[in-house]
Structure formats: structure tokens, C-alpha cells
């Protein structure tokens, strides 16, 4: 006779499966308060580990658990390395922005071409070589990629024409 439960939890007792096993699948957190959580973050800066948030939360020394006790008992990943006392330099925010100007987005695009890089929207976005903050630069700064290519110098015919989405009926 098959037995039907209204919850998860009434089906994982008639099983006899822990409450703890239901409640939290992939275990307790590590940091079960502020304290542990500053005792990582401490452990990490003597260890060397990078401290950025991209850093811990993604790559080979990824502390995902890390990143979010840390937003949950300081508001930010910031504040909770504050609290740890980490030096400023080393919490110090960068900028977004890498092309903080027209200027820097011309040189780079010139710097590209003079290496060899590619400097397509498909080549900016995509592919081994990619760049989409120059690619989203040149698009803040002057309006679009192609008129930051002129700008550089590259050549008309090397400018990569920007493809015309062909509608329904002229696919049909």
C-alpha cells in the first residue's frame, strides 16, 4: 500500500531519515558565528589566499561558505574584512572600470592590433583573447565599437560591418 505525505519532512520521518539530514542536506555551515567567520578570514591572510571577493568565492581557493557568512554577519564581504582587520590596501576597492576614459580605450584598441589581437565585437567577447570591458568602454565612451575603431585609425575595410538581422520574410 503506498503511503502518501503532505510535507518532505512527514515522508523523511516515516523513513526515519534525521531531522538534521532534511533541514540541511549538505551539512551545517562552518561558520556558525562572526567569530569563526573572522578566524577563516585571518587564517586565509597568513595562508597567502587571495581575499577578493571573486577570489573566494570562485577558482582553486574558493571559500563559497566563507563569502557568505561574511555578507551574513557584516552586510558586506567588505566590511567583514574590515572587521578582520585587513590592512586596506588589501581590501582597497577597485575600480570597475579598466578604460576609465576615451584616451584608454583608443590606446588599447591600438595596442591590440599592434600585437596581433583580435578587435571584432565577436573577438572582444568572445575566444581566448577576450576583452568585454574594452568592448563595453568603447561603447560607453564613444558611442559605439566601430566609431572607436575609427577613432584609433584602424582602416575602413578593416572594420568589422555589424551584420543585418534578416527578418522572416526574408528568410523565407
Known amino acids: 500500500m503506498q503511503q502518501r505525505f503532505r510535507t518532505w519532512g512527514a515522508a523523511a520521518r516515516a523513513a526515519g531519515v534525521p ?9 551545517r555551515t562552518r561558520y556558525r558565528d562572526a567569530e569563526a567567520c573572522l578566524a577563516e578570514i585571518d587564517r586565509r591572510r597568513a595562508a597567502g589566499l ?6 573566494v568565492q570562485r577558482g582553486a581557493d574558493a571559500d563559497k561558505a566563507l563569502f557568505r557568512a561574511g555578507r551574513r554577519f557584516f552586510g558586506t564581504w567588505h566590511d567583514a574584512l574590515h572587521a578582520a582587520g585587513v590592512p586596506a590596501e588589501l581590501v582597497a576597492r577597485r575600480s570597475r572600470r579598466r578604460y ?12 591590440r592590433r599592434s600585437r ?28 559605439t565599437l566601430q566609431a572607436a575603431l575609427t577613432e584609433a585609425g584602424v582602416p575602413p575595410d578593416e572594420i568589422p560591418r555589424r551584420r543585418r538581422r534578416r527578418g522572416r520574410a526574408e528568410r523565407a
Request: with cysteine; proline share 9%.
Open 116 to 143: 596581433g589581437l583580435p578587435v571584432s565585437p565577436r573577438g572582444l567577447q568572445r575566444g581566448p583573447d577576450l576583452d568585454a570591458a574594452l568592448f563595453r568602454a568603447a561603447c560607453d565612451h564613444l558611442g
Open 50 to 55: 587571495p581575499l577578493m571577493s571573486a577570489a
Open 19 to 27: 531531522r538534521e539530514a532534511v533541514l540541511f542536506p549538505h551539512g
Open 100 to 111: 576609465q576614459d576615451a584616451a584608454q580605450v583608443i590606446a588599447e584598441i591600438r595596442r
